[in-house]
């Protein structure tokens, strides 16, 4: 289930939190104040997406690249025209004689129409763009799928749709096992239908299909 949090008192400028259910990664949508967001909060952000790079939606960016350097990981940046050099001139505007290179990757996703998406990778300590591709779709990982409309604020502005895709739950509450990997044995089993699979439960072997009504 998708969740979203506003991250920003009355007062700030908007930043918008999307957590997913029984997973660790959320996604960020604007990088406006939020002084509710939280250091192990923006360290578990797989994506940002930015509306526009209006002051109000974008003057936080550098509080949270700050807080993701060191990561390792890459982060998938979404943005509208030009949004891949504004992100360049963020971070060359600081000085990195310190910084690995494998600190961290950033994955830029320029919005030039509804079909052209230009992909472009970042990487410290001296932060030149690298064009990778164009592709015609914005965002998918294993939970969702983002879909977008540009927008006029006499400027391109991107709403996106967020859909999250048809997953396996299983019912804890429901059963009285203790946790294992056969609960993931079990899911691929039902996702395979197959219904014969033997699952092996602390000392006992159940066939899949007595245990699918988890």
Request: hydrophobic share 35%.
């Amino acid at each position: 289930m998708l969740q979203a949090e506003i991250k920003s008192l009355l007062k700030e400028d908007i930043s918008i939190l999307i957590k997913i259910s029984n997973s660790a990664k959320h996604y960020l949508c604007d990088c406006g104040e939020a002084s509710l967001l939280t250091v192990k909060e923006i360290q578990s952000v797989s994506a940002i997406f930015i509306s526009h790079t209006h002051i109000d939606h974008f003057s936080n960016f550098d509080g949270i690249f700050r807080h993701q350097i060191g990561s390792g990981e890459k982060i998938v940046i979404c943005g509208p025209k030009n949004i891949h050099q504004q992100i360049e001139a963020r971070l060359k505007s600081y000085t990195w004689n310190l910084i690995d290179e494998n600190a961290i990757e950033y994955e830029i996703r320029e919005i030039i129409s509804k079909e052209e998406i230009n992909v472009y990778k970042i990487r410290p300590p001296h932060w030149n763009l690298e064009l990778i591709k164009t592709q015609n779709f914005l965002f998918e990982d294993d939970y969702v799928n983002v879909d977008f409309a540009i927008l006029d604020h006499k400027t391109d502005s991107i709403a996106y749709l967020f859909k999250e895709k048809d997953s396996i739950t299983f019912n804890e509450t429901a059963s009285e096992f203790k946790k294992g990997k056969w609960i993931s044995e079990l899911k691929t089993a039902f996702e395979n239908t197959d219904s014969e699979k033997e699952i092996q439960i602390e000392e006992t072997v159940y066939k899949s299909s007595d245990l699918f009504h988890f």
